[in-house]
């Protein structure tokens, strides 16, 4: 678990396929390292690995076929930089929002513009996605906590501050930029709960003709 909070940049070193998937070494020589053992979860560019060998300033990975399919991993090359983030303590502060680290799909930069000293980015959402994302919300874009500042449709807007853009990979996002996105997880139970029985079914959705026939909408 995590808390979109980025502690430090690093870079791909490698990426090296592996009887079918993936082997990734990040290299990060700003982060501490010294309370990082086997075993751990460290969020990348939203992604949670399990570190499966330390490197000095850096570590390994395997990725599945599965986080290849639904995130950015799949398009990183050596020397590209990522967002880290070592998995959260009972005494880390909870600064941001809680982040699993599973990615829910892969967004697209539409546009970006200043805005006084900060930037402003429009972003589209898969189709699936827009429903979780609302005005003030949470969203997690590369393991970075952000506020939702508009939604239009797929689309939702974000203002970046300057320290945002610097301690982060958000700085480096251009037009076309792909980017890995994690909704809020409350709202994906809220969903769930709302269901109530029929979630066991495994046919419900919840649809404008749910909410209203049972009672949420007038």
């Not at 997880?185 to 749910?210: D, N, P, W």
């Amino acid at each position: 678990m995590f808390t979109g909070i980025v502690e430090a940049l690093g870079t791909i070193a490698a990426a090296q396929p592996k009887n079918g998937d993936l082997r990734l070494h990040i290299q990060a020589p700003t982060l501490d390292w010294s309370d990082v053992a086997l075993g751990d979860s460290i969020a990348t560019n939203g992604v949670c690995l399990t570190v499966v060998e330390l490197s000095g300033n850096g570590y390994w990975a395997d990725v599945s076929n599965e986080t290849i399919k639904f995130t950015t991993v799949a398009q990183w090359q050596v020397s590209k930089v990522v967002n880290l983030e070592k998995a959260l303590t009972p005494q880390t502060r909870l600064g941001g929002h809680i982040v699993s680290g599973h990615v829910d799909g892969i967004g697209e930069v539409v546009s970006r513009k200043p805005d006084a000293r900060s930037e402003r980015f429009t972003l589209r959402a898969p189709k699936e996605l827009a429903k979780y994302i609302a005005h003030k919300g949470s969203i997690t874009v590369d393991g970075t906590s952000l506020t939702v500042n508009a939604v239009n449709g797929c689309e939702f807007e974000l203002n970046i501050v300057p320290h945002t853009l610097e301690k982060t990979v958000i700085g480096h996002y251009q037009v076309g930029s792909t980017v890995n996105l994690e909704v809020d997880v409350l709202a994906r139970y809220l969903e769930r709960l709302m269901l109530g029985e029929k979630a066991a079914e495994g046919k419900a959705t919840l649809t404008e003709g749910f909410l209203a026939e049972h009672g949420f909408m007038k």
